[in-house]
T-cell receptor, first 110, second 115 residues
Framework: GQNIDQPTEMTATEGAIVQINCTYQ??????LFWYQQHAGEAPTFLSY????GLEEKGRFSSFLSRSKGYSYLLLKELQMKDSASYLC???????????FGTGTQLKVEL | DVKVTQSSRYLVKRTGEKVFLECVQD?????MFWYRQDPGLGLRLIYF???????EKGDIPEGYSVSREKKERFSLILESASTNQTSMYLC??????????????FGPGTRLTVT
């Protein structure tokens, strides 16, 4: 099984940088996904890390430390449209089954 | 673009009814998933399928069954709906490992209310 912990809510200012942390405990860890979900919509894929280090994709970056069971999602130059829930999802084992955290609700303010 | 569609966006059913939720994907994905999403509990896996006629239980399969007769279609069945099955139901699909793409693609969701 998996134990995933991420903050419930965060608030940040437009144009700023925010870091959303995720810690996990899982057996057979095999990569971690981040998804974005706007209210009333389906989750959409943001990033995937399987090796330690930082993966950058435009304004969004994701970091993974396998030894620490820790990941973060970094959002730069925040925009109002970034207000959403961000879901951390470690993958366990060799299949494609994910376990999702409860999500971090990010509110971007002027 | 991958497209995952679900048969209804909103559904209202009565306690004891048999409910079918349909999901169709157009990208020839092998894997398909059914989740439910509830406030404070996040996304929880009900069932998944990695091939036609194959299914595996997820974390909360009780009260649900599934059917996958064709590769593109994965159905979730509530044999006898109960009020605690009121939830948002999300379907997802993904390709098999080794293709270089692992992410799951989600449908728009079905908000089911059982009264």
């Amino acid at each position: 099984g998996q134990n995933i912990d991420q903050p419930t809510e965060m608030t940040a200012t437009e144009g700023a940088i925010v870091q959303i942390n995720c810690t996990y405990q899982t057996s057979g860890f095999n990569g971690l996904f981040w998804y974005q979900q706007h209210a009333g919509e389906a989750p959409t894929f943001l990033s995937y890390n399987v090796l330690d280090g930082l993966e950058e994709k435009g304004r969004f970056s994701s970091f993974l430390s396998r030894s620490k069971g820790y990941s973060y999602l970094l959002l730069k130059e925040l925009q109002m449209k970034d207000s959403a829930s961000y879901l951390c999802a470690p993958r366990e084992g060799g299949g494609n089954k994910l376990t999702f955290g409860t999500g971090t609700q990010l509110k971007v303010e002027l | 673009d991958v497209k995952v569609t679900q048969s209804s966006r909103y559904l209202v059913k009565r306690t004891g009814e048999k409910v079918f939720l349909e999901c169709v994907q157009d990208m020839d994905h092998e894997n398909m998933f059914w989740y439910r999403q509830d406030p404070g509990l996040g996304l929880r896996l009900i069932y998944f399928s990695y091939d036609v006629k194959m299914k595996e239980k997820g974390d909360i399969p009780e009260g649900y069954s599934v059917s996958r007769e064709k590769k593109e279609r994965f159905s979730l069945i509530l044999e006898s709906a109960s009020t605690n099955q009121t939830s948002m139901y999300l379907c997802a699909s993904s390709p098999i490992l080794g293709t270089g793409h692992y992410e799951q693609y989600f449908g728009p969701g079905t908000r089911l209310t059982v009264t």
